[in-house]
């Protein structure tokens, strides 16, 4: 079990920057890919970004080359660095573990943080 808890959401203008955390809890965080999602009022839950247990990343197209994922396995904390943010990234964030080799959906999720971006 892995419980996430988010954090750092907020209200930015566009073009400012943002830095999401996730911070999971047990000692297997290691063990678990990582993903962002976002969903929009009125839109479906995408994905963002993930971060395999070992660094590999991937991005959404339309936020390649603004965000960057990354992790922490000593501090169990997953990150979401926001930067050049735009109206559209407006939406709640939620933060989802899945066990590496245990297939290709997101077992555990956070609650979400809201991020609001400013015109």
């Known amino acids: 079990q892995v419980q996430l808890v988010e954090s750092g959401g907020g209200l930015v203008q566009a073009g400012g920057s943002l830095r999401l955390s996730c911070a999971a809890s047990?000692?297997?965080?290691?063990?678990?890919?990582m993903g962002w999602f976002r969903q929009a009022p009125g839109k479906e839950r995408e994905l963002v970004a993930r971060?395999?247990?070992?660094?590999?990343?991937y991005y959404a197209d339309s936020v390649k080359g603004r965000f960057t994922i990354s992790r922490d396995n000593a501090e169990n904390t997953a990150y979401l660095q926001m930067n050049r943010v735009k109206p559209e990234d407006t939406a709640v964030y939620y933060c989802?573990?899945?066990?590496?080799?245990?297939?290709?959906?997101?077992?555990?999720w956070g609650q979400g943080t809201q991020v609001t971006v400013s015109s």
């Open positions: 989802a573990a899945r066990l590496a080799g245990s297939g290709a959906s997101y077992d555990y």
């Open positions: 047990g000692r297997t965080f290691s063990r678990y890919a």
């Open positions: 971060i395999t247990i070992g660094g590999s990343t």
